[in-house]
């Protein structure tokens, strides 16, 4: 089976652009993946006081979308996310 091709958005409000590397680490495992733009900073649109770190990454994954979503979600709740 090739591996399909998806573009995620990663997303951290966290104080630093760590959990966004993190995921990467995480994303890493389950197939070739590609930053494809530099990790974004900047102030929270429901509270500018929270900063938020976003980052678009293609992930090429061997499974079906479920099997996917069923990875991320893992990886989710291994990075601490409720």
């Keep these: ?7 995620l958005l990663l997303g951290s409000t966290q104080g630093s652009d760590e959990r966004i590397h993190a995921a990467l680490r995480e994303l890493r495992t389950l197939g ?15 509270d500018a006081r929270r900063n938020y ?3 678009p990454v293609e992930l090429g994954f061997d ?4 099997e996917l979503v069923a990875a991320l979600k893992a990886i989710e709740t291994r990075l601490g996310r409720d």
């Design 53 to 55: 770190f976003n980052a």
């Design 32 to 46: 070739e993946t590609t930053l494809r733009a530099p990790i974004q900073h900047g102030p929270g649109s429901r």
């Design 1 to 7: 089976m090739t591996a399909s091709r998806w573009l």
């Design 63 to 66: 499974g079906d979308a479920d």
